[in-house]
């Protein structure tokens, strides 16, 4: 329970995994009755994760004598899961808020210079396009492009760099590509949590220290697999 939602999944590779899910399902109803914690059955949803082309779950699921409805795409934390785990989905998104954004601020502001749009750019535009980025990692060059373009979009409103090439765009606005952005979030997050900065991250559940020694480094080198 976090954020008052309530999540909770199992394996399905077999019937018994169907029965497993639907009595976890029963054990929360009675939960929920018990510390007369109500759900609103009619929002509550059931996706499926992972290979389509496993095992055949046709099985319908049951919350107080209501089905769950099965969902392709469902938010949680303000990030869009897909069934396929791809962000697609997700980058669409916050390509469609970025630029509504961009559009408003368009019309409030006839004018831009460097100065304006280092505080709103930083402010309303690109944490539509990351947030959070570590937990949606773009892969795909379409997925990429999607989200570069808002930002292509946005430096263009300044009127002395409107005819510049992109890339010069971003050095004299002190900007990067977000893909480079990307992989600096996730250095960071790295680094955080293989220093135990981050609560409730435990390292052994995404990392394993390399255990080589005949090598010069430091004793924080990640094994890569």
Same mark, same amino acid.
């Given at each position: 329970?976090?954020?008052?939602?309530?999540?909770?999944?199992?394996?399905?590779?077999?019937?018994?995994?169907?029965?497993?899910?639907?009595?976890?399902?029963?054990?929360?109803?009675?939960?929920?009755?018990?510390?007369?914690?109500?759900?609103?059955?009619?929002?509550?949803?059931?996706?499926?994760? #992972?290979?389509?082309?496993?095992?055949?779950?046709?099985?319908?699921?049951?919350?107080?004598?209501?089905?769950?409805?099965?969902?392709?795409?469902?938010?949680?934390? #303000?990030?869009?899961? !897909?069934?396929?785990?791809?962000?697609?989905?997700?980058?669409?998104? #916050?390509?469609?808020? !970025?630029?509504?954004?961009?559009?408003?601020?368009?019309? !409030?502001?006839?004018?831009?210079?460097?100065?304006?749009?280092?505080?709103?750019?930083?402010?309303?535009?690109?944490?539509?396009?990351?947030?959070?980025?570590?937990?949606?990692?773009?892969?795909?060059?379409?997925?990429?492009?999607?989200?570069?373009?808002?930002?292509?979009? !946005?430096?263009?409103?300044?009127?002395?760099?409107?005819?510049?090439?992109?890339?010069?765009?971003?050095?004299?606005?002190?900007?990067?590509?977000?893909?480079?952005?990307?992989?600096?979030?996730?250095?960071?997050?790295?680094?955080?949590?293989?220093? #135990?900065?981050?609560?409730?991250?435990?390292?052994?559940?995404?990392?394993?220290?390399?255990?080589?020694?005949?090598?010069?480094?430091?004793?924080?080198?990640?094994?890569?697999?």
């Amino acid at each position: 329970m976090f954020a008052d939602d309530i999540k909770i999944g199992n394996t399905i590779q077999s019937p018994d995994d169907e029965d497993k899910l639907q009595l976890n399902l029963t054990r929360l109803e009675e939960w929920s009755n018990h510390w007369l914690l109500r759900f609103n059955v009619y929002k509550c949803t059931l996706i499926r994760l #992972g290979n389509p082309f496993g095992y055949a779950e046709s099985r319908s699921y049951c919350l107080k004598r209501e089905a769950l409805k099965y969902v392709e795409t469902q938010t949680d934390l #303000g990030v869009l899961t !897909a069934t396929t785990l791809k962000p697609s989905s997700h980058c669409s998104k #916050g390509a469609k808020s !970025a630029i509504a954004v961009l559009h408003a601020i368009r019309r !409030a502001f006839l004018d831009f210079d460097e100065d304006l749009f280092a505080k709103i750019f930083g402010t309303f535009i690109r944490p539509a396009l990351e947030y959070p980025v570590q937990a949606w990692k773009l892969w795909t060059v379409q997925d990429q492009n999607c989200l570069e373009r808002v930002q292509r979009k !946005a430096t263009k409103m300044v009127m002395s760099q409107s005819s510049l090439p992109y890339p010069t765009r971003l050095m004299n606005l002190h900007l990067f590509p977000l893909s480079y952005r990307q992989i600096r979030g996730d250095l960071v997050h790295t680094f955080s949590i293989v220093k #135990g900065l981050v609560c409730c991250l435990e390292i052994s559940d995404f990392f394993e220290f390399d255990a080589t020694t005949h090598l010069r480094g430091h004793p924080l080198k990640l094994r890569v697999q």
